[in-house]
T-cell receptor, first 110, second 114 residues
Framework: AQRVTQPEKLLSVFKGAPVELKCNYS??????LFWYVQYSRQRLQLLLR??SRESIKGFTADLNKGETSFHLKKPFAQEEDSAMYYC????????????FGGGTRLMVKP | DSGVTQTPKHLITATGQRVTLRCSPR?????VYWYQQSLDQGLQFLIQ???????AKGNILERFSAQQFPDLHSELNLSSLELGDSALYFC?????????????FGNGTRLTVT
């Protein structure tokens, strides 16, 4: 069965520092990977997805099939980036069922 | 607000009882998903419906059931409640059931079983 692992429950950085939120997955096929974010008092929302190869709010994520990873990166963290981040995986033969990682809380300190 | 709407926001009930959680998807979205978020299990997929039909099933207990109605709103029924069922229940919707169709989440229903 597929599995998504986010090894860090909490990541604390200072404003302006680089950020990398780790995500590893286990699946032998070619999944689609997503990052969802939940800001304080807001709904869980899509941040970016592998298939779009886009940069959202300065964040990027590269799918590394060899390492089965989809780490989320931002060169310079901002205080407004503080939130809960979830990595998720979708299989192309399973409708749109998402398997989520446990989440990483990012705290950006001033 | 044309986003995903979940009612009620909070629910407190006793063990052994039955509750119904309601979800109205975004306008135009045909697919509805239910997720359970607990402290020890994280976000767990329960079940998905697409245009009224069950499409995928996850770790949903037999005591739980769901359905999607012709107007596309969905209900999640939880029966014979146990303390361990206390969690945040999220509903999400998407335009299609394609694997790359983004999910739009509601604010969740917080269920407390005492």
């Amino acid at each position: 069965a597929q599995r998504v692992t986010q090894p860090e429950k909490l990541l604390s950085v200072f404003k302006g520092a680089p950020v990398e939120l780790k995500c590893n997955y286990s699946y032998s096929g070619s999944p689609e990977l997503f990052w969802y974010v939940q800001y304080s008092r807001q709904r869980l929302q899509l941040l970016l997805r592998h298939i779009s190869r886009e940069s959202i709010k300065g964040f990027t994520a590269d799918l590394n099939k060899g390492e089965t990873s989809f780490h989320l990166k931002k060169p310079f963290a901002q205080e407004e980036d503080s939130a809960m981040y979830y990595c998720a995986l979708s299989l192309n033969n399973a409708g749109n069922m998402l398997t989520f990682g446990g989440g990483t809380r990012l705290m950006v300190k001033p | 607000d044309s986003g995903v709407t979940q009612t009620p926001k909070h629910l407190i009930t006793a063990t052994g009882q039955r509750v119904t959680l309601r979800c109205s998807p975004r306008s135009g979205d045909l697919s509805v998903y239910w997720y359970q978020q607990s402290l020890d299990q994280g976000l767990q997929f329960l079940i998905q419906y697409y245009n009224g039909e069950e499409r995928a099933k996850g770790n949903i207990l037999e005591r739980f059931s769901a359905q999607q109605f012709p107007d596309l709103h969905s209900e999640l029924n939880l029966s014979s409640l146990e303390l361990g069922d206390s969690a945040l229940y999220f509903c999400a919707s998407s335009v299609s059931d394609s694997y790359n169709s983004p999910l739009h989440f509601g604010n969740g229903t917080r269920l407390t079983v005492t």
